[in-house]
């Protein structure tokens, strides 16, 4: 007897069957790991999604720079903080010194009718109990067109604990149904054919960067050496807030706690942030 969540699986791996034959099937393989979820790979697709402007040349450093830049938010969260829901990053700087180097290998590889499918499995670790691992998933397309390089994904914070043929097959420009949304960087912009009547996003999970722009993203802040961190520019001290203001803002944590909005984890964080303000 087989479960819902194993239906729905063969469901989608079904789908993500017939999109394959509907695509093409011709693939070369740039990189494959040890398991199914680091890969980076040259796939034939559709013509009406092309023509790319591949072959193209982006240096891996460049690459790198814009993984770093990638974040990504569950919407409809209730904000905690002036910058609203917790915006995490896609790509470590360790994953995104990996990933890069094949990206452009693959690019440089493409041809006309050929995009770049990736995937990459990257370590989290709770900031209060770091044995504590999680391993995401987030997986997608890459291509150069209109004079932009463009990243849709089809996956984004997968748990790696889930089954494999739960994974999202679908054409990521025309389908998302992630739980997650991508945050739009700064030199970043929401494609035109995604975009609804309103000038808004259809989906967030596809974005474009003006080629001309690449060079302008920051390089990463390097750790000094020592590991220690360098200390921050002296500010004037704000006024401690009120007793009762705290008071009401512990007790407002705590009712998004019980409304299972937040985590335990958001909740410890965030309540050790307001009693050190005293």
Request: proline share 9%; net charge negative.
């Amino acid at each position: 007897m087989k479960t819902r969540g194993q239906r729905i699986g063969w469901l989608l791996m079904l789908a993500g069957m017939l999109v394959a034959l509907r695509w093409g099937s011709k693939a070369e393989t740039i990189y494959q790991g040890p398991d199914n979820f680091n890969y980076v790979r040259i796939v034939e697709v559709k013509k009406d999604r092309g023509p790319f402007a591949h072959p193209a040349v982006i240096p891996a450093g460049e690459l790198e720079r814009v993984l770093l830049e990638l974040e990504y938010v569950k919407p409809g969260l209730l904000p905690f903080s002036k910058g609203g829901s917790k915006e995490r990053e896609l790509f470590p700087q360790a994953d995104a010194a990996q990933l890069a180097p094949f990206l452009s290998q693959a690019l440089a590889q493409a041809d006309l009718s050929q995009w770049v499918e990736f995937s990459w499995k990257t370590t989290r670790r709770r900031a209060q109990a770091s044995f504590l691992v999680k391993y995401l998933v987030h997986d997608g397309v890459l291509f150069v067109k209109d004079g932009r390089l463009q990243i849709a994904f089809r996956n984004i914070g997968y748990e790696e604990i889930l089954e494999t043929d739960m994974l999202s097959r679908l054409d990521p420009l025309r389908s998302y149904s992630g739980m997650y949304d991508l945050v739009l960087p700064p030199l970043g912009q929401w494609p035109a054919p995604n975009l609804d009547a309103q000038g808004e996003p259809a989906r967030r999970n596809w974005i474009a960067i003006p080629l001309d722009t690449l060079a302008q993203i920051p390089e990463p802040v390097a750790a000094p050496a020592g590991g220690e961190a360098q200390e921050p520019a002296v500010l004037p001290p704000s006024p401690p807030p009120s007793p009762r203001s705290a008071e009401a803002r512990l007790q407002e944590l705590k009712k998004l706690l019980d409304q299972d909005l937040i985590t335990q984890e958001d909740y410890d964080r965030k309540k050790q942030e307001i009693l050190d303000e005293f």
